[in-house]
């Protein structure tokens, strides 16, 4: 058995290009925690962690062969991991499956410190994102994703046409769904159902 810290990441990589089991094994326990724990960072659940940290080092390995000359395996790892959590989450923006599954896990109740916090960070972030939207466009995206109104009862609140309150939503969500695509590789109905599930 090889140990992770004997060798070098240069060393164990040559090692894996060519096949070497242990070599492997010796990444895997060297690494799988912090890979475990990374993707639970964005997930919040045991079982989708648990998954998704043993996908990232079944592709380390399929794709030994291609390994680039690489300074950290485990800043490669962690790369591999975030894109496959960032995946999943824009999958759980289309897939009821997945969004059920993600939404089952996270936790409710603001008991954790943890969660609090990631629920403070992405309220700040779509806030400033609001910011940048027109005042009435914004008052219209509050009443209508955030306050739950119907586009009648914001156009009444509003004293304008629903024609012109279904303008200001098209527009909002197209702007901000860009945005949150863009920076969090996400989609808003994922981010809008994390903020809302740490209530």
């Not at 592709?59 to 995946?87: C, G, M, Q, V």
């Not at 009444?156 to 098209?170: D, N, P, Q, Y």
Request: glycine content about 6%; charged content about 25%; overall charge neutral.
């Amino acid at each position: 058995m090889i140990a992770a810290g004997t060798l070098s990441d240069a060393e164990l990589l040559a090692l894996i290009r060519a096949g070497d089991d242990y070599a492997f094994t010796a990444v895997y326990e060297a690494h799988r925690r912090v890979v475990y724990q990374f993707v639970y960072r964005f997930l919040k659940s045991p079982e989708l962690a648990e998954d998704l940290a043993q996908e990232v080092f079944i592709k380390f390995w399929d794709k030994r062969a291609e390994l680039p000359e690489l300074l950290s395996i485990r800043a490669y790892l962690l790369t591999i991991a975030r894109n496959h959590a960032f995946n999943f989450l824009k999958r759980a923006g289309v897939d009821e499956h997945a969004r059920a599954e993600l939404l089952k896990n996270y936790p409710t109740g603001g008991n954790s410190l943890e969660n609090a916090i990631h629920t403070r960070d992405y309220k700040a972030y779509l806030e400033k994102l609001l910011e940048a939207l027109t005042p009435q466009s914004r008052e219209v995206f509050r009443l209508c994703r955030q306050q739950g109104k119907t586009y009648e009862e914001t156009a009444e609140i509003l004293g304008i046409s629903r024609h012109a309150v279904k303008k200001h939503m098209v527009r909002s969500m197209r702007i901000l769904g860009d945005s949150v695509e863009r920076d969090l590789g996400i989609s808003l109905s994922v981010l809008l159902a994390l903020i809302l599930s740490g209530h």
